[in-house]
């Protein structure tokens, strides 16, 4: 009888135990929502809003200049600082014009940092795309892996030469940003176009 209750203990253990690490397996690979992982962006936001000093404005300032700390909020969710408007009589076309990027840029709560602008731009390559398309196959870069749709939402507003600063939320970033759920700082990204290089 003994016999048989041992046996019966070392049963249950056994399944007890088996039942304990599956329950620990399947709670720890619980992967967030979508909506889990857009709070979690918006806190990011939020977070790197304050240190900076950042403030959302509603709507475009009047005599259309931004102080350095205001940002206003586009449809797609980009935010949007214009440092400088460049020449409006030339504004991109959609599909059609060559735009040429310099820009110094961040992955937020990383330490991934690039930059490409500057006077002698240390010796990198601007970042070439026709301004509309979703890929820039203009050869490889470092540069190439900081394009997304966000970072040409600002060519609705500046011309050529146009100087803006951005946050762009992950769902408009770049693929690597979008893969991993972290939204992007351009400090400084400035639009030339090819033909009037």
Not at 8 to 20: D, E, N, Y
Not at 33 to 49: A, T
Request: charged share 20%; hydrophobic share 40%.
């Amino acid at each position: 009888m003994n016999f048989i209750k041992e046996i019966m203990m070392k049963h249950i253990f056994h399944f007890l135990l088996i039942s304990t690490v599956l329950f620990t397996a399947l709670s720890c690979s619980k992967t967030k929502s979508y909506e889990e992982r857009l709070r979690d962006e918006q806190k990011i936001i939020d977070r790197f809003m304050d240190e900076k000093g950042f403030v959302v404005i509603d709507d475009f300032p009047a005599d259309g200049k931004f102080e350095s700390n205001e940002f206003v909020i586009l449809e797609s969710g980009v935010y949007l600082n214009i440092i400088d408007y460049g020449n409006l009589d030339q504004m991109a076309e959609y599909s059609v014009t060559d735009i040429i990027a310099r820009f110094s840029y961040a992955l937020l709560e990383t330490a991934y940092e690039y930059s490409n602008y500057g006077p002698h731009s240390n010796g990198t390559t601007p970042l070439q795309f026709k301004y509309g398309y979703w890929v820039a196959d203009r050869g490889y870069s470092a540069a190439l892996e900081c394009f997304s749709q966000g970072m040409q939402e600002a060519l609705e507003y500046v011309g050529d030469g146009g100087i803006v600063r951005l946050i762009l939320p992950f769902r408009v970033a770049s693929y690597y940003a979008s893969q991993s759920y972290i939204p992007e700082y351009f400090d400084v990204l400035q639009y030339k176009f090819l033909e009037n290089l």
